[in-house]
């Protein structure tokens, strides 16, 4: 009878650790704010006699993993991680959802959802000293004009194969979209006007008729011995410059005009991902306070979570009157008061636990 009860409690035991594990990994109705999400991740393996569906899905975690690293990392740092183990990726894993299978003239496909941890990611970049970015998706206009300097003229819409080839083969993993100026004859002419003085003329003008804070104006030199390409990439009042030189000069050649976009939009994506960099070696400690309500309290964790300079918050205590947290932050305490600001909170500061107002 002993052996019988212990059996039936073995057997409960591991039925309930299986339904832990299904509810872990499968579950799609909730996602922690504190996850980044990768979608849309395609395997397919031909369905052999040594099919095996877990390598399969390592191949999918892999595919994902350096999917996120695409978007929240500079290309200059990606090579400091291209021998990371599967059992690494495995362990910044929150869960995974297998949004389709299925089988074609015997191939097997599957479509899966991966969510990784911010915190261990995080964690995981420090370690290789690499900042990461918080992955912000913004438009910019883009106007490319192509000076052959040998003939003393602009190309800018016709026969600018920059212009137009330059929104083909577009990748997922690009935080920037491209907004392409209208064929405007007004602006044509203004462009044209200022022939001599290109590289100093600001396209303000222009520029104003798109209602665009952000803009890449990209000039490319040509003359026998190659491209010279002068990028003024300007973001709100900021204005940075962007020189990069190229050893070929035909415009026609599809390979080489491919080649060149490729580079640049690498160039303008690492800028971005600058602009939004997080320095996870910077742990500022916040303690704060919020008045008992269910609803604020929720509301406010739940923003909390959606701030990716927040490293990690948790409750320290609380009593009958309020919450105390303590939140660590990945930057200045007045860049979270900025953050939080936008989000319609303020804050008492005078003393060493601030009170949310």
């Known amino acids: 009878m002993f052996n019988k009860k212990k059996n039936n409690l073995k057997f409960l035991y591991i039925f309930f650790i299986i339904l832990s594990l299904n509810i872990f990994f499968f579950s799609t109705e909730k996602i922690d704010a504190k996850s980044f999400v990768i979608e849309n991740i395609d395997i397919s393996r031909p369905f052999e006699i040594n099919f095996n569906k877990t390598e399969v899905m390592d191949e999918g975690f892999e595919k994902a993993f350096f999917e996120l690293i695409s978007v929240i990392v500079n290309s200059s740092d990606k090579k400091k991680i291209n021998k990371i183990k599967l059992n690494e990726i495995k362990g910044m894993i929150e869960s995974f959802t297998i949004k389709e299978e299925k089988f074609i003239n015997k191939i097997y496909y599957v479509n899966l959802?991966?969510?990784?941890?911010?915190?261990?990611?995080?964690?995981?970049?420090?370690?290789?000293?690499?900042?990461?970015?918080?992955?912000?998706k913004k438009r910019f206009l883009f106007i490319p004009i192509i000076i052959d300097e040998r003939k003393k003229d602009l190309?800018?819409?016709?026969?600018?194969?920059v212009f137009n080839k330059w929104n083909d083969n577009l990748k997922k993993t690009h935080l920037i979209e491209y907004i392409l100026p209208t064929e405007d004859l007004e602006d044509l002419n203004q462009i044209k006007k200022n022939y001599e003085n290109i590289e100093e003329y600001d396209f303000n003008e222009i520029i104003s008729k798109y209602?665009?804070?952000?803009?890449?104006?990209t000039l490319i030199f040509m003359n026998d011995k190659g491209l010279r390409v002068l990028s003024k990439i300007s973001n709100g009042n900021n204005v940075i410059l962007n020189n990069q030189l190229?050893?070929?000069?035909?415009i026609t050649n599809d390979e080489q005009v491919y080649s060149l976009i490729n580079d640049l939009k690498l160039v303008y994506e690492d800028y971005w991902k600058r602009i939004n960099q997080i320095n996870t070696s910077i742990k500022f400690p916040l303690s704060i306070k919020i008045s008992n309500n269910n609803k604020r309290i929720e509301t406010f964790e739940k923003n909390l979570g959606d701030i990716d300079l927040i490293y990690d918050f948790y409750i320290s205590r609380f009593n009958k009157d309020f919450t105390y947290y303590q939140i660590i932050f990945n930057d200045s305490p007045n860049i979270f008061l900025e953050i939080m600001k936008e989000k319609n909170y303020n804050f008492d500061t005078q003393n060493k636990i601030w009170s949310l107002n």
């Open 155 to 161: 190309l800018i819409f016709d026969n600018n194969h």
């Open 211 to 217: 209602n665009l804070n952000h803009s890449i104006i």
């Open 246 to 250: 190229y050893f070929y000069n035909d």
């Open 113 to 136: 959802g991966v969510s990784f941890n911010k915190k261990r990611v995080f964690h995981f970049l420090e370690k290789k000293n690499i900042f990461p970015s918080v992955p912000i």
